[in-house]
């Protein structure tokens, strides 16, 4: 079992960057996938990027990609979002998450869940 708890979330203004970060518990966090996923409100949580086991894998939403970038640190057990070029429609509470297998894009695969941060960017 891992906990896993978000943080570096705030308010921005477009075209600014903010580095989510999320910590794990436990000395199992190498053998976990991770993600980072977002909810708006009204909306369902969408898959935003995700990380293989070694860092070497990643994968983006067509949203994201080229402004966003996962990344992991297993000696610090904790996985990153670096989000640039922030816009409006990328205000949404971020949700990092484990997988046990597979390394996928939905959010049935996961199965361990932060609390989430807030990112609000501003026109």
């Known amino acids: 079992q891992v906990q896993l708890v978000e943080s570096g979330g705030g308010l921005v203004q477009t075209g600014d960057s903010l580095r989510l970060s999320c910590a794990a518990s436990g000395r199992t966090f190498s053998t976990y996938a991770m993600g980072w996923f977002r909810q708006a409100p009204g909306k369902e949580r969408e898959f935003v990027a995700g990380i293989s086991r070694s860092g070497a894998h990643t994968y983006y939403a067509d949203s994201v990609k080229g402004r966003f970038t996962i990344s992991r640190d297993n000696a610090k057990n904790t996985v990153y979002l670096q989000m640039g070029s922030l816009k409006p429609e990328d205000t949404a509470v971020y949700y990092c998450?484990?997988?046990?297998?597979?390394?996928?894009?939905?959010?049935?695969?996961?199965?361990?869940w932060g609390q989430g941060t807030q990112v609000t960017v501003s026109s």
């Open positions: 998450a484990a997988e046990t297998y597979g390394s996928g894009r939905q959010v049935h695969e996961y199965d361990y």
